[in-house]
């Protein structure tokens, strides 16, 4: 089996009409603020209340959404009660690969990261985007190698834009 296209906008599309309450947060939000890194996978933060999970999970069923990394044959219900039985969750879709966080390596979870986060334009829609300082932290809270390398990317973006917006 070959992996799906990655196609974002699609996810987004899909949870946008689902009205799925997140915020973009990992590689792809960094690439919003002006990493140079690249992803292949789409990482959101939902909020964890039963209706935002019942919309999530309608939306994750739209999409193909099983889980990634897991034998095709092992039972999986994709629903809220499920969504709400765990807090990280990463799917294959249709349209690539989408990581479900309730609460983010750093974070209070959605709560926490939807009071600063930024709304950008993507394509025709607007995305709340983590804050670059909430990226940083998440970042360094993961601690990971990659992680701890993309930190200083941002931290290095994130005076880049200091610096243009003290110019200006």
Avoid at 71 to 83: G, I, K, Q
Avoid at 134 to 163: F, H, N, Q, S, T
């Amino acid at each position: 089996m070959t992996d799906p296209i990655f196609d974002p906008l699609k996810l987004l599309d899909v949870l946008d009409r689902h009205d799925v309450r997140f915020v973009m947060i990992g590689g792809l939000a960094g690439r919003l603020w002006g990493s140079p890194t690249v992803t292949n996978d789409l990482d959101i933060c939902h909020a964890r209340d039963r209706a935002n999970l019942r919309r999530l999970a309608e939306a994750l069923r739209e999409t193909g959404a099983r889980l990634r990394g897991v034998a095709e044959d092992v039972p999986f219900l994709l629903d809220d009660r499920t969504l709400a039985a765990a807090d990280h969750f990463t799917f294959v879709t249709d349209a690539g690969n989408l990581d479900c966080l309730g609460t983010p390596a750093g974070t209070k979870g959605y709560d926490d990261l939807s009071r600063t986060a930024e709304p950008m334009e993507i394509g025709d829609r607007t995305v709340q985007v983590a804050a670059i300082e909430d990226l940083i932290r998440m970042k360094l809270a993961a601690g990971r190698p990659k992680d701890r390398i993309e930190a200083e990317i941002l931290g290095a973006v994130r005076e880049e834009i200091e610096r243009e917006q003290s110019e200006a």
